[in-house]
């Protein structure tokens, strides 16, 4: 397979090339062989994997020890021959040589949606990370089989959030603020999961009258939110809850970080009455890597350049950037900007190499000047491709992730509000 570190090293604007693990050059299947559960190498590397983090076995020898293009013509082939029996969805930060062969590109909002697309295929492979599959699972028809490439696809954040901990947290919750409404109608507090959870927590929320946000509607569903509840439990990811509530006009005050590992989060119970937005303790690893001195040097190296990132980074470089918005929405601005223009764009390298290549009217770079992508995404790679594709061409479902209706129930009415609450 060809070197991470090689198609990535191809963007970079000058300077030395530096990457956050020489491990990226290796087999994403080197790490499946791993007895511990890990990310794998990228920006969750040192993030603690749960060890109940699902696995991927081993692969045959042969998707293995395939060329690139052997691996091209398999994939390309199994396409045909599937035909409408299959779609395939590719997140934006997956890398080139996998996102090519999908129907659908885009951010979770867009992939939600296109789950529902095509209700003729019988599978649906989702090139993306654990989450996402689980949640096509729960938004297609009885007769469509969802499939994840490789099993080992999760997402540290997601992880950062589990059924147990935000359970406990609610009932601590409902112990201060009561369960009763408030003369308007309003409960005491509403729960609202990122689209970067489990769906047992995207089940939890469909349960107890709340909602699934993405990057793309999280003002949209704190608005929803906020007309049904006087406060809002947002989990996993703080940094888009306080930006997104921010923005709003939320004081910082208001907005107390819930810890799951200290008594009532690491607050009083004061500063839990006082609250607004009660914000869990998870974050994203792409995106915690960006800070406001990288944007200080784009802005010395480049003047007049467009500062974009996305609103999992942390408050200060969401601040100092001139705009926030979804992957979708930096791939509009960048669509819609005039020739010419510079961007410096605060998000996971994959996607920004894309844009690159796909703009060559504009200078376009990555704040981050060491090569640290999604260690999750990274996972999937053409070998797992072609081995699920070619099972199903065979009539074997392998790798098929499906959800128990006991979960899956609940959650779907969590999208569905998520789905309604355009931006």
């Not at 081993?58 to 998707?63: A, R």
């Not at 890398?95 to 090519?100: A, F, G, I, L, Q």
């Not at 007769?143 to 950062?160: E, H, K, W």
């Not at 929803?224 to 809850?241: C, K, N, S, Y």
Request: charged share 20%.
């Amino acid at each position: 397979m060809p070197s991470v570190d090689t198609t990535i090293q191809l963007i970079r604007p000058g300077g030395k090339v530096t990457s956050c693990s020489p491990a990226l050059k290796d087999a994403p299947w080197n790490f499946d062989k791993s007895p511990a559960p890990s990310y794998g190498p990228g920006s969750s590397m040192y993030d603690v994997a749960p060890a109940d983090t699902p696995k991927q076995g081993e692969i045959p020898l042969e998707y293995r020890l395939a060329s690139n293009e052997e691996l091209d013509a398999r994939i390309m082939a199994a396409k045909a021959t599937l035909g409408d029996r299959l779609v395939i969805l590719g997140h934006f930060y997956q890398r080139d040589e996998v996102v090519k062969y999908a129907d659908f590109v885009g951010d979770s909002f867009q992939l939600a949606n296109a789950a529902k697309a095509k209700p003729e295929a019988e599978a649906i492979v989702f090139c993306g990370v654990h989450f996402m599959a689980e949640t096509a699972d729960m938004l297609s028809g009885p007769n469509q089989s969802v499939i994840l490439p490789n099993l080992a696809a999760g997402c540290s954040m997601a992880d950062m959030a589990d059924i147990d901990s935000v359970t406990q947290a609610w009932e601590q919750l409902e112990e201060i603020y009561g369960t009763e409404p408030d003369a308007s109608g309003r409960v005491p507090i509403i729960p609202v999961t990122y689209m970067n959870s489990s769906a047992a927590l995207k089940g939890f929320c469909g349960e107890h009258g709340g909602i699934v946000c993405t990057s793309s509607n999280a003002a949209t569903v704190l608005e929803w939110a906020f007309e049904r509840g006087q406060r809002v439990l947002f989990f996993p990811d703080q940094h888009l809850g306080r930006n997104t509530a921010k923005a709003m006009g939320v004081p910082l005050e208001r907005m107390p970080m819930w810890n799951p590992r200290k008594p009532l989060g690491g607050n009083d119970e004061q500063q839990i009455q006082d609250a607004q937005v009660i914000l869990w303790h998870g974050f994203c690893s792409v995106h915690k890597r960006f800070t406001v001195a990288q944007i200080d040097k784009a802005r010395a190296e480049y003047p007049g350049v467009r500062v974009i990132v996305h609103p999992e980074c942390p408050m200060p470089v969401v601040d100092a950037a001139d705009e926030a918005g979804s992957t979708d929405y930096i791939q509009k601005a960048i669509d819609a900007a005039p020739a010419g223009s510079t961007f410096a764009i605060g998000t996971e390298i994959n996607m920004v190499q894309r844009l690159q290549a796909e703009h060559p009217e504009h200078t376009i770079f990555c704040l981050d000047s060491v090569i640290c992508p999604c260690s999750t995404m990274y996972r999937i790679h053409p070998g797992y491709l072609a081995w699920v594709l070619e099972a199903f061409v065979a009539g074997e479902v392998v790798n098929q992730i499906t959800v128990d209706d006991a979960v899956a129930v609940p959650a779907r009415v969590a999208l569905e509000r998520m789905l309604a609450a355009k931006p």
